[in-house]
């Protein structure tokens, strides 16, 4: 082959990615020249290739061990990109059920064109906001949202936690306390009867002592008068 073919069919096995390209021309000019260019190309985007490769390993990695939902949302069209195996869980269906729908009436109580973010400008941080699960139940959770750019398109970022468990020791705690106050209300109604149990035997007994010696006063009376 020329000079010139070789570089052709070098260029065009790079071109399709094949990194481990290596073009080589005996020739000591510009063609030489021009093929070493392209090697070192070729090496160069054959690092980047592998760095790229370890870094979406390690950042896969990191979203499939994460104790949390994550879940990728494109802006623009509010479908969902990517969801990590605890959102899977919780949301309770396949991953080719849940990646490429549209957020709203499907995870989210939102309605087309409402949604608290993007058309209302809302912050999400730590907020406590409702699930939506496969069976059209509402999971209550921890969401926060944050925007991302991702290869230059934007996308929202949601971390959520699930916190049905710790509902239900909320709705638990709340039950023991109103049952506390209404055995503390009849402690305290059952301590103002006995009081006022207390207060009345003494006024009795108040009352009957001048009253007992009126009595027998009169009755001391009334024997004389009969005599």
Known sequence: LTPIRKLMAGVSKIGKGEFDTKIELKTKDEFSQLAEAFNKMAFDLKDSEEELRESEVYSRTILDTIKAGLMLIDVESHKIAEVNPVAI???????????GSVCHQFICLAEVGKCPIT????????????LLNAKG???????????????????????????TERKKAEEKLKSAYEQLKEAQAQMIQSGKMAAIGQLSAGVAHEINNPLGGILGYTQFILGKLEK
């Open 137 to 163: 139940e509402r999971v209550p959770i921890i969401k926060t949202v944050v925007p991302v750019i991702l290869g230059g398109h934007r996308y929202l970022l949601e971390r959520f936690v699930d916190i």
């Open 89 to 99: 869980n919780m949301f309770g269906a396949p991953k080719e059920n849940i990646v």
């Open 119 to 130: 058309d209302f400008g809302q912050t999400v941080d730590n907020s406590e906001r409702v």
